[in-house]
């Protein structure tokens, strides 16, 4: 799957002294570029696909970073996160991100800002890094309505709230649209149903009917055919 392979990429060979992905020199980037294209047939001289990838990596390169900052948030104070390095990163990467990026004022701000927005979310998903659309792709649920069970439930913590849970019995799925509506008890004219089953009563009435008059012709024919038999 080119996505994982991207991510693999990132995490492995990825330099970590840069504000962000966007702020890698592109013949930084290009090292990325050739090892995946080692593993993969594409073109990527044509923009949309380079775009494609760039953006992938892109997305993994701030997963990384976000995994770093939870590693950050584990220790109480600046000076215990500087001395546990993130497993994996040389000290002088992760000293680095410390002191420019987790512990900088403007990281802060807008780490609060994220925050306060996803407190606003009614519900989150538990479906890790890994987007959406790999699951339908690498046929991991079946459809729309358990990639939604599969990422927003656990077997050991249950639904991550009740919202999820009803929104998952109503089939919505944010960011992917409506999907397909089961049939609801709730609002069905109880009239309606009588009449429905007075027809199938009367259907069945009449299909019964037909079978004792079949049963009668049937005996007719019978007779009938044993008399003509005595004349042969």
């Known amino acids: 799957m080119l996505s994982s392979e991207c991510g693999y990429l990132v995490r492995r060979f990825a330099l970590l002294?840069?504000?962000?992905?966007?702020?890698?020199?592109e013949l930084e980037k290009q090292v990325l570029f050739e090892r995946l294209l080692s593993k993969f047939e594409i073109d990527l001289n044509l923009p949309h696909v380079r775009r494609c990838v760039n953006n992938i990596m892109g997305g993994r390169y701030r997963d990384m970073r976000h995994w770093m900052y939870d590693h950050y948030l584990d220790y109480p104070s600046f000076e215990e996160a500087l001395k546990h390095s993130y497993p994996g990163i040389c000290p002088d990467d992760w000293a680095w991100l410390c002191h420019n990026i987790y512990n900088s004022a403007s990281f802060q701000t807008q780490s609060t800002k994220n925050k306060t927005n996803r407190a606003k979310l009614p519900y989150v998903h538990c479906g890790g890094s890994r987007p959406f659309v790999n699951y339908l792709e690498d046929d991991m649920v079946d459809?729309?309505?358990?990639?939604?069970?599969?990422?927003?439930?656990s077997k050991k913590k249950g639904w991550v709230n009740e919202v999820a849970h009803l929104n998952h019995k109503s089939s919505y799925f944010r960011g992917l649209g409506n999907g397909?509506?089961?049939?609801?008890n709730h609002g069905i004219d109880?009239?309606?149903?009588?009449?429905?089953?007075g027809i199938i009563s009367s259907q069945q009435s009449r299909l019964d009917s037909q079978d004792v008059e079949l049963q009668e012709q049937k005996k007719t024919i019978d007779q009938l055919?044993?008399?003509?038999?005595?004349?042969?």
Not at 143 to 153: A, S, Y
Not at 225 to 232: A, C, D, G
């Open 180 to 184: 397909p509506h089961p049939t609801s």
């Open 17 to 25: 002294q840069h504000e962000k992905w966007s702020k890698i020199p």
């Open 190 to 197: 109880t009239s309606e149903v009588d009449r429905l089953h």
């Open 225 to 232: 055919e044993s008399r003509l038999s005595q004349f042969e």
């Open 143 to 153: 459809g729309e309505i358990e990639l939604f069970r599969v990422t927003h439930f």
